[in-house]
């Protein structure tokens, strides 16, 4: 009965922590910039030049790695860029981005597609999140695979283009047990 106690405690504990992590990156969103849109034509929502740039960055990815373009998509990233991966050790600065995309550029065509992203923007940082499926289909043919998932980008404005100076993508999460299960 103990242990039973503990471990709910322990659970409850770490609930609490999670929560209090999802918060804090949730105020550092808001600090980062609030999502940045400007009338445009016709009344309509547009967005503010910051959040433009890092969605033609978005648009320029997806062109490149949709292309097998390797330099393109690692043009994408800024010189001290970090990138996480699913299942892929952390690759920071080009050469090790240029070295995680390459594995998974050799012998594949990539199809991304994204949904519900969203932009938040302030002067020269932007960040995108949203989800993710990733489709890839084997140049020997076979059948494609797909992934799915979640993603949170920064990008920075350098001269007149965006970088990324974080990327990272996280598959979906296996289904377990009912967190409320315990309560």
Sequence with gaps: MNALLHGRIALSAAALLRRRVA?????????????ALAAGPKGVAAPAPAAQGAQALDAAFKKALEAGDLEAVVACYADDAVLWLPEAPEARGRDAIRRAYFSMLSGMKLKLER????????????????????????????QP???????????????????????????????????????
């Design 23 to 35: 918060l804090i990156a949730a105020a550092a969103l808001l600090a980062l910039g609030t999502v």
């Design 115 to 142: 949904n519900g992203t969203a932009y938040a923007a302030s002067g020269d940082v932007s960040s995108t999140w949203g989800r993710y499926r990733l489709t890839l289909i084997p140049n020997a043919g076979g």
């Design 145 to 183: 695979v797909a992934l799915t998932g979640r993603f949170t980008a920064v990008a920075r404005k350098v001269g007149k283009g965006w970088v990324y100076v974080a990327d990272h993508a996280s598959a979906d999460p296996v289904p377990g047990p009912d967190p409320g299960a315990f309560h």
